[in-house]
Structure formats: C-alpha cells, structure tokens
C-alpha cells in the first residue's frame, strides 16, 4: 500500500438548497495523513469537519476534489478502499437489542474475520473500553456514554488499517475518555492510522501528532500543538476581564487574542510585571498561565471553538 494513508486535494462540498441559497460546506480541503499517524481535525461545530469525513470515508460523493486512500482513487472506486476503513459516526448508536459483546461480534463477522478472531477481538476491545461487567447487557439499558463507548468498541476491535472518528468521545466522562485514547494510541503503535474530528481542545492536544485546523469549510492552519502555540507570539498569557479599555496599552506587550470580553495577552516573562501593574491600575483582574491550544484556536480563527456562529 502507497506511504500516505489518506491524500485529499481541493475537496470541496456544495449544497444546493430548493428555495434558499446554496451552502458550501467545504471549499477546497487539501491534506495528508501518513500510515500510522493519528491526526485531528479540531473547529467549530459546523466548521466541515463531519462532511469531510463522510467524503474520506465514502459515504458522501464530494463536488469537486480528489481523495486518495492508500494510493487508490476513492472517489473513483469506492468498493476498492471500504475493506480498509472503519467508522464511528458522530453520536452513532448501537443495535439497541443487541448486548455490546454481540455488537461487536456480529461487526468482525460481517467483515469476514473467523469466529475465534471476532470473539478475542471483541473481548478485548470491550475490556479496553472498560465494558467488561456490561457486555451482556442489551445496549437499550445502557447509558449514553457506555453505548458510545460501544460503537468505539466495535470499530477498533477491526483494527482497520485507517479509522475515521468523528467526535468519538462525546458523552463519555473524563475516566472513559481517557481509556479511549489509551486504545487509540496501541492502535497506530500496530500500524493503524487515525483520522479523529473534535471540538475538544484537550482531546485534540493528547491524541495527534498533527492537527488540521477547519473553520467555515476551510483549511486555516496545520502543525504540532506546540507548532501552532508557537505561532502566536510569546509563551505566556495573561488574561484580563472586560480589557478593552486598556488594549492599546496591552497591545504593546504583543499579540491580543479576544475571547468575549476577555482580552489575552501574548507575552514573555519581560513584560508580565507591566501588564499586571496596568491591570491592577485600571482596577481589573488579571491571570497568568502558558500559551494553550485555546489561545492558537484564537489566534488563528478570530473566535472561540465553543462559539456556534
């Protein structure tokens, strides 16, 4: 199989409404993935990131654009790459009358693995996501999170050669999250590779070795976390509630990235004893900490991540 899992150029997804205006919901998303690499696309809800991913995944034929899964033409020949991926759509359900042990099975076996092989993956998967004492349990008495937990289950236990994950820990708590990138690492240590979409900033920075920044249908900016933290300016910041009064004083300091009515500064350690006595002389309330992933998303898109429009 071709280097590059996964090599998109200029996809782009137009729909055409019957009375209003058409929506482009991607205009001209170009990217590569390498084998083995797990990579996020992080934005908004609404930024793309879900029809990109039905596009990759076959699911949903693009207007124009190329997409290249292990070297063959996946818009050309869809059949030809579908062995080789797995999905977990966003907020996908398990059969509800099925028990996630049978989900699971039913799952490998579908795909041709032999029954000993879909019983020992589906056990293992299920243990990996901490699933052990509900496996037998209809997945209608389970909790939301618990069934998400599932449809995760049952997508990694194929160890699928390229996995698309679009928001796959939604719902899950904070434990459960954690035990899910655990698995997602293993997966890629094996030779899998990754394509997860999130809105979680801390799932985005834990998880890729690269992430993609998608906003309104576009490409904005690619790299490391620490690339992209890089690129705003400084290595500290200092947040000041309702700054706007003295933002050009603070803008001498460097960057400002606003987040509502709070300004951040983008600073290094010859500025902080400044800004600090600026903010405490106009009577306003000022936090330090390092440059974040929140402060690059800022940067980049003009906007919070948890903003809707």
């Known amino acids: 199989?071709?280097?590059?899992?996964?090599?998109?150029?200029?996809?782009?997804?137009?729909?055409?409404?019957?009375?209003?205006?058409?929506?482009?919901?991607?205009?001209?998303?170009?990217?590569?993935?390498?084998?083995?690499?797990?990579?996020?696309?992080?934005?908004?809800?609404?930024?793309?990131?879900?029809?990109?991913l039905r596009i990759a995944s076959t699911l949903l034929a693009p207007t124009s654009g190329a997409v290249e899964i292990f070297g063959r033409d996946a818009l050309a020949d869809p059949e030809s790459v579908r062995p080789y991926l797995a999905v977990v759509p966003q907020e996908g359900k398990p059969f509800m009358h099925?028990?996630?042990?049978?989900?699971?099975?039913?799952?490998?076996?579908?795909?041709?693995?032999?029954?000993?092989?879909?019983?020992s993956r589906a056990d293992h998967a299920l243990d990996q996501m901490g699933l052990a004492e509900v496996a037998d349990r209809l997945s209608i008495t389970l909790s939301g999170g618990q069934r998400q937990r599932t449809m995760v289950a049952t997508v990694i236990s194929t160890e699928a050669p390229l996995m698309f994950l679009?928001?796959?820990?939604?719902?899950?708590d904070?434990?459960?999250?954690?035990?899910?990138?655990?698995?997602?690492?293993?997966?890629?240590?094996?030779?899998?590779?990754?394509?997860?979409?999130?809105?979680?900033?801390?799932?985005?920075?834990?998880?890729?070795?690269?992430?993609?920044?998608?906003?309104?249908?576009?490409?904005?900016?690619?790299?490391?976390?620490?690339?992209?933290?890089?690129?705003?300016?400084?290595?500290?910041?200092?947040?000041?509630?309702?700054?706007?009064?003295?933002?050009?004083?603070l803008s001498t300091f460097g960057p400002l990235v606003r987040d509502g009515d709070i300004v951040h500064v983008i600073t290094g350690p010859h500025g902080l004893q400044e800004i600090l006595s600026i903010a405490a002389h106009a009577n306003l309330t000022a936090t330090v900490g390092p440059v974040t992933l929140e402060e690059a998303f800022l940067h980049v898109v003009g906007r919070s991540i948890h903003d809707e429009s």
Do not use: C
Request: zero cysteines; hydrophobic letters at 35%.
């Open 1 to 52: 199989m071709n280097s590059d899992a996964l090599r998109a150029d200029s996809v782009r997804k137009i729909y055409h409404g019957r009375s209003g205006p058409d929506i482009e919901a991607l205009s001209g998303v170009s990217l590569r993935i390498a084998r083995g690499e797990r990579i996020a696309l992080l934005g908004r809800n609404g930024a793309g990131k879900t029809t990109f």
């Open 98 to 119: 099925l028990t996630p042990r049978e989900q699971a099975y039913t799952y490998l076996r579908a795909r041709g693995f032999s029954r000993e092989t879909a019983k």
């Open 166 to 172: 679009d928001e796959p820990t939604i719902g899950m």
């Open 174 to 249: 904070p434990f459960a999250r954690r035990e899910v990138w655990e698995s997602f690492r293993e997966l890629t240590v094996k030779g899998s590779t990754i394509l997860l979409t999130t809105h979680y900033l801390d799932e985005a920075e834990a998880l890729s070795q690269r992430l993609y920044i998608i906003d309104r249908g576009r490409v904005l900016a690619e790299g490391t976390a620490d690339e992209l933290k890089h690129r705003v300016g400084g290595t500290l910041r200092v947040s000041i509630v309702s700054g706007d009064g003295i933002a050009q004083q």
